[in-house]
């Protein structure tokens, strides 16, 4: 039983080999595979076959190409390329259908492109960038997830130092903003306070001054350019003094350029780090290497080379370890990330700016790439389902003496010529749906977008690309017909498989639009209940102001004044928006300590926002001066403790970490304090001993803004550097689920971009299968269909083909939201049938106008004309 | 005259070539190689130094042999020429020459 090496491998072979070495080789490979085949068995001699098929593949067996068979080639391009136009203008509905759809999917393309260009430039400029690496730690206590910051304690930058593979550290601080004054001008700026060795492993470009030196005197400050236009107009800031931050005189020892868009690191200014350490120090405290201050410090190393990193990876986990023991229930752990991998990049807390997400890219790449296939596939159909059309012509050129190849070329070419084509409308799309996309602020992508010349070159490339996968399909199917079949009876050619494929090539089309469908759907009905839940606590027209350093009491009793306003109160956060503040507490047992989240407030915090009293009383007002040692908690504190019932728990004490003991006078009623994706946690409200930082005011009024103008003139009275900076709670809790917006947005999109080319696709096929059976159609009617049992037979096909996408894109998108996504949120919508049917309606509703009207025209035609001219 | 410096695994091709006299073509050589060699050798290794080496002019190429193993095609077989058996002489002389340099060597019980 003579049995061959793969087929497939061989013709590979043949392609590429030249014809005078190609017989022997092949026979001695031929003769090889059969000894193979006796001795070590099929499988193995089919592998070796293979690779001997790849090894041969050198210089010297390729085939040359003559000159004479390169004009050869050119001028067959160019006919082909006639030959494409010429196809492309005679069925002009065709081709406008599959413009149209190639050109919507490639506007996503290259708008991906595009995105993916600009991101890759983040924290480019940085010249020592690969050796550049950040320090981030996870923070891990008790039962909760582990939680991944982007800031480390200085006392890791402390112990790199020491390290051998380390060349220089920087240790910063953020949350340096405040109030800067010049002679007569005070503007408020925002930096961090960065140690000496910033300006030596980041490249900002420094205008004035010595980078070198810069940074390392205690009270020396660095602005950027735009800062020192603002305070010294055009004069050169070096040397100058400004008063600022912690009451301090900082003199001016470099100007550099305005961080550029891309960086990860925004500033207006860096104070010396060794001013904030100093100044720590002499307040007597000591606590700034703890190894768990890790919040509000961020390390950067620059290693001497990158190769060093595992060594510097395992120091750090033997400083974990060492560090560790100290903390019970609690975990810091240190580990390094490189520099480019901060953006895009995973979502840690505490980034010096938003993030751009990771998992984001990644998605909205899935989906563009899902997009243009799903184009293709329309290209492929058609033309499939055409290829009767072009038997004639293929057998023609085959009589003539093309090869397969050939028509093979030619038919491919011509799909990547359409490509071209539509990639020209496409970068026209491009540049319209351009700024729609950068409008989707919310996830606050630092990009432009803008379309530099040299993007064409990946563009096009694309476009090819498409093109080809387009069109490589239906070649092939094209190629294969036989010539004289062709020009003797067009009507027996057998179309390749011809039914099936097409048909799940439209199932595939159909599911991708239903199940975009349906994703906006759940994500919108969850948007829209994250925004409406109900708190526990009352948020509607409650008006948050920023005292911005000013007295709050002063604040307060002026807003007070004025009609509409109907209840003040002070606080120093705004709760449910997605911040936190957190502590420690313990009862009875010294061992059981559990994190707790706190807002602090005045006595009219609670009744403002109408929080529910379970026992015991509210704050009274604090007169100036003394200390209270109240605290009114929720209903999650006394699980936690088994502090009994509301009103057994008053009265008794919680001890909180750095704070002291304090008495329990009142309990509340739970209340959602984080965004809807996390449970509860034990909630204290204290008052606070120092000024609070928000004012929050109740109002009511039929001119909302005559009261607004009325607010911000008060405001102007007591403050006339800063804006008046006032939100209203609903719009907050509403940008707090902002990201779903822009989620919601983008899926919404595509599904309006998959359900057109669905159903430009679906028209098209309709259009051509009702053509081809223009005979059989009117032939049924004369005797004796009625028209709508001929429009129900015609749409068979196409019926089954919905009903069958509908289900799958309604498991695919069941499964996506329920296992993945909704799984996330303490609170959540449950997914209904009318969710998941949605898409199979809207797609049903409007596949049936398309067709419908379409084929109406066409049963109701008469059919002795159609007779008449076949 | 081009060079005729040849590698060491060229060599063993050619003297293969010389040892099969006539009846040496690609798969032989293979197999034989093989043998002596006790590891695996791949064809196309083979291939290229036979091409290398009649570019040289040191092996002759002639087509025949056709089996039905190979599926109708011939193969090539390849002999060695006067430049070829030269060579092989200079590099067995060169060899034996520096071998028999070597003083008694003891590397121990």
Request: hydrophobic share 45%.
């Amino acid at each position: 039983m003579m049995t061959n090496p793969p087929r497939w491998a061989d013709r590979i072979l043949e392609w590429y080999c030249r014809d005078e070495i190609l017989e022997d080789l092949q026979g001695d490979l031929h003769e090889i595979f059969r000894k193979n085949a006796r001795e070590k068995g099929l499988f193995r001699a089919r592998l070796t076959y293979i690779v001997d098929v790849i090894k041969f593949f050198r210089f010297y067996t390729i085939k040359q190409f003559k000159p004479d068979s390169i004009m050869q080639a050119l001028i067959l391009l160019f006919s082909y390329w006639k030959t494409s136009l010429r196809n492309i203008t005679r069925t002009k509905l065709f081709s406008l259908i599959n413009l149209s759809g190639l050109a919507i999917s490639m506007s996503t393309g290259i708008l991906m492109i595009v995105l993916l260009a600009e991101i890759h430039q983040f924290d480019m400029m940085h010249e020592k960038r690969d050796r550049i690496f950040r320090v981030i730690n996870t923070f891990k206590n008790g039962n909760d997830a582990a939680e991944p910051c982007a800031s480390t304690s200085p006392l890791v930058a402390q112990k790199l130092a020491g390290l051998d593979a380390v060349d220089k550290v920087v240790l910063m601080r953020r949350n340096a903003s405040g109030d800067f004054q010049f002679e007569d001008k005070t503007i408020p700026l925002g930096g961090f306070w960065a140690s000496t060795d910033f300006l030596d492993v980041f490249s900002f470009e420094v205008l004035e001054g010595d980078p070198q030196t810069a940074l390392r005197d205690p009270n020396t400050i660095v602005l950027t350019e735009t800062t020192s236009q603002k305070l010294f107009g055009n004069e050169s800031a070096l040397g100058k003094s400004l008063h600022g931050l912690n009451d301090n005189l900082y003199t001016v020892t470099a100007v550099v350029k305005d961080p550029p868009l891309y960086s990860h690191l925004q500033f207006d200014f860096l104070a010396s780090f060794i001013t904030f350490e100093e100044a720590r120090r002499a307040q007597g405290d000591e606590s700034l290497y703890d190894w768990s201050n890790m919040w509000m410090y961020y390390t950067y190393i620059l290693l001497n080379d990158a190769a060093q990193k595992t060594r510097v990876d395992q120091f750090l986990e033997k400083t974990n370890q060492e560090q560790n023991t100290r903390y019970e229930n609690t975990s810091y752990s240190a580990s390094l990330q490189a520099l480019t991998d901060i953006v895009p990049g995973p979502n840690l807390s505490n980034q010096t700016r938003t993030r751009v997400n990771i998992n984001m890219i990644w998605i909205l790449l899935a989906l563009s790439v899902i997009v243009v296939l799903s184009a293709c596939f329309n290209y492929t159909n058609l033309s499939i389902a055409r290829s009767l059309g072009r038997a004639r012509e293929v057998g023609i050129r085959k009589v003539i003496g093309a090869s397969r190849g050939q028509v093979l070329t030619q038919f491919v070419m011509e799909a990547i010529v359409f490509s071209l084509f539509a990639m020209i409308l496409a970068l026209g799309l491009f540049f319209l749906i351009r700024p729609y996309f950068l409008s989707i602020g919310e996830f606050d992508l630092p990009v432009n977008l803008d379309f530099k010349i040299w993007y064409l070159v990946p563009v096009t490339a694309f476009a090819v690309m498409t093109g080809f996968m387009a069109g490589f399909l239906p070649s092939l199917v094209l190629s294969k017909i036989k010539a004289i079949i062709a020009l003797k009876d067009v009507t027996r050619i057998r179309l390749f498989s011809g039914i099936n494929l097409r048909m799940v090539l439209m199932v595939f089309q159909f599911t991708i639009a239903m199940a975009m469908i349906i994703a906006t759907v759940i994500s919108y009905r969850q948007y829209r209940f994250a925004v409406n839940f109900d708190l526990g606590y009352d948020t509607e027209n409650v008006l948050n102001i920023k005292a911005q350093g000013n007295d709050s009491r002063k604040l307060a009793l002026e807003f007070s004044r004025i009609p509409g306003v109907q209840a003040v109160s002070r606080s120093i956060m705004i709760p449910s928006t997605g911040d936190s503040w957190g502590n420690y507490a313990k009862h009875v047992d010294p061992a059981d300590s559990t994190i707790y989240n706190y807002n602090l407030v005045d006595e009219n915090y609670l009744t403002l926002h109408n929080f529910t009293f379970l026992a015991g009383s509210n704050f009274k007002e604090l007169p100036d001066g003394s200390v209270s040692r109240e605290i009114i908690v929720n209903e999650e504190m006394l699980r936690r403790f088994d502090l009994g019932d509301p009103i057994e728990a008053i009265g008794k004490q919680l001890t909180l970490l750095d704070e002291g003991a304090y008495q329990i006078t009142g309990v509340v009623a739970d209340f959602q304090f984080k965004t809807i994706d996390s449970g509860n946690r034990p909630f204290v409200f204290k008052q606070s001993t120092e000024d609070y930082a928000i004012i929050n005011l109740k109002l009511r009024s039929r001119d909302m803004q005559q009261l607004m103008g009325q607010l911000q003139d008060t405001w102007k009275q007591i403050d006339q550097v800063h804006p008046f900076e006032a939100e209203f709670f609903d719009d907050r809790i509403e940008e707090a689920y902002a990201e779903y917006t822009s989620i919601i947005k983008i899926v919404g999109f595509l599904s309006l971009l998959s359900i057109s080319i669905s159903i430009l696709g679906l028209l098209g096929m309709t259009i051509y299968l009702t053509q081809s059976r223009l005979r059989e159609i009117s032939i049924r009617k004369i005797l004796g269909a009625s028209e709508s049992s001929l429009a129900l037979q015609l749409s068979r096909t196409f019926l089954g083909a919905i009903i069958v996408s509908g289900v799958i894109a309604a498991g695919i998108t069941y499964y996506f939201f329920e296992v993945r996504f909704l799984s996330n949120f303490a609170h959540r919508i449950n997914i209904g049938i009318l969710d998941l049917g949605s898409g199979l309606i809207i797609i049903s509703l409007i596949a049936l106008c398309t067709m419908g009207w379409h084929l109406i025209k066409v049963v109701r035609a008469n059919p002795a004309t159609i007779l008449r001219s076949e | 005259m081009k060079s005729t410096s040849i590698g060491e695994f060229e060599e063993l091709v050619l003297l293969t070539v010389a040892a099969q006299h006539d009846q040496a073509y690609g798969v032989s050589i293979k197999e034989s190689l093989e043998e002596i060699l006790d590891r695996k050798v791949n064809i196309s290794a083979i291939h290229v130094a036979l091409k290398r080496m009649e570019d040289k002019g040191l092996v002759k190429g002639r087509f025949g042999g056709i089996t039905s193993e190979r599926g109708g095609r011939r193969k090539k077989f390849y002999v060695i020429t006067i430049a070829g058996k030269k060579e092989v002489d200079r590099q067995y002389a060169i060899r034996t020459g520096i071998y028999h340099q070597i003083p008694k060597i003891s590397f121990g019980t």
